[in-house]
């Protein structure tokens, strides 16, 4: 009897340590996917923002203050 009861124990320790492994495994495969999808999202957010700012900063650098201001500097720089 005693023989069946440490065969039922070793299957059980058997399973509980496969299923435990498993556990660790998708744990740690959900760390790394949360890692990529976290920097994903990171790089999409910064990417939409230098898109959504092109069409400013070509604004920024066409207009006219900045043509007088560059013409201050190289008056000042000159006398």
Known sequence: MSTLENLIGTIYIGFGGLIGST?????????????IITVTVLLSSIATSAYNLSPSVSKVINS????KASKIVEKSLAS
Request: glycine share 12%; net charge neutral; hydrophobic share 40%.
């Open 23 to 35: 556990f660790a495994g998708v744990k740690e495969g959900l760390k790394t996917s949360a890692k």
């Open 64 to 67: 006219d203050w900045l043509e």
